[in-house]
């Protein structure tokens, strides 16, 4: 059994010849505004997007993987519309909607990074469970962490 993990923000060719290889797609999606995914993420969602598009069109099992952040991505406008993109691509099989957790913080020191690191703290289980049931409405099997 084989699984990629990834965001998309790869040549659309190299993600289309994996797709001819693996069992299992993991599939970040961590913002639908392009803008606020470039000023949390460093990069535009629109090649992310469309590559989750178009690999739905060759891969029949696809698990998208939301990493919930408290103020950053966890409205309900935001994750309606991931739940509405997910509901629309028949590869999807399941979504994951991963609490914030600050275990990468001590990955900053060993990188050489200084300041402030951004800690919103983890989301509580019920914005989880109120997350999760949007995905829910929108007819996905949906779980809550892994």
Partial sequence: HTAVDTCGLVDREDLLAAAELADLFL???K????????????????RILSNLE??????DSIWVRVPVIPGVND?????????DLAAALSGVRRVSLLPHHGLG??????????????????PTMDQMVEAA????AAGLATTIGA
């Fill in 133 to 136: 049931a949007l995905f829910e």
């Fill in 54 to 59: 178009a690999l739905s069109r060759v891969h």
């Fill in 75 to 83: 409205d309900r406008d935001n994750l309606g519309r991931t739940a």
């Fill in 105 to 122: 913080t001590g990955k900053r020191e060993r990188l050489g990074e200084t300041g402030e690191a951004f800690d919103p703290g983890a």
């Fill in 27 to 29: 599939y970040d999606v």
């Fill in 31 to 46: 913002h639908m505004d392009d803008a606020t995914h470039q000023e949390w993420a460093g990069a535009s969602n629109e």
